[in-house]
């Protein structure tokens, strides 16, 4: 009998349960409570600090800050905005902590995917001893997997999905920034 694939699924699996949240003991992380680096795009980093959202560029020292009451900051200093400035400010802000938001939870999805992925690994396991000592044999093992992880691939497909549109919503993001550039005379002055 072939034992290698069953093996690895085994390996895999212990691999996923090592790595999932509720393994991870006192050191696993908050997801709520997210601060740092959300996204990248071109030279431009967005960090999130403190309810704030800060604005950089790989090649620039100038620093751009929203502040979760939607005050414009551009290194240190407050920069006056109009009414509709000011609404721009408050889009960009509220779409980078909906991607954050949007980007946690398909991150517990995928958490959670992962653990059933592990679950069915230890199924394997048992799959494996019972061949050892029934007339279980490799095709009815085969079956079994095969059952199984149909509907975690249908999941994790769905899942793709939704990381999909947080792409869109990255490329609306963009074209905020640009609307902010063409808009704010502060912003389009740093000639990023």
């Known amino acids: 009998m072939q034992y290698t694939k069953y093996f690895i699924a085994v390996a895999l699996a212990f691999l996923l349960i090592s790595a999932s949240p509720g393994f991870a003991g006192k050191h696993h992380r908050n997801l709520s409570l997210f601060d740092g680096q959300l996204y990248s795009s071109d030279d431009m980093i967005i960090d999130l600090e403190d309810g704030s959202v800060i604005i950089t560029n790989e090649y620039e020292d100038d620093e751009i800050e929203i502040t979760d009451d939607y005050e414009l900051y551009i290194n240190g200093d407050l920069v006056k905005t109009t009414k509709e400035q000011q609404k721009l400010i408050e889009e960009y802000h509220t779409l980078v902590y909906d991607i954050k938001d949007y980007a946690l939870e398909i991150g517990k999805e995928g958490a959670k995917i992962g653990i059933e992925g592990a679950k069915i690994g230890l199924k394997a396991i048992g799959g494996v001893i019972k061949m050892i000592f029934t007339d279980y044999d490799e095709d009815d093992l085969d079956e ?8 975690l691939e249908a999941k994790a497909e769905l899942l793709e999905e939704k990381a999909e549109e947080i792409e869109e919503m990255a490329d609306d993001l963009d074209d905020l ?10 912003i389009a002055q740093l000639d990023w």
């Open 177 to 186: 920034f640009y609307d902010m550039e063409e808009d704010i005379p502060a």
């Open 144 to 151: 079994d997997m095969e059952r199984q992880t149909e509907a």
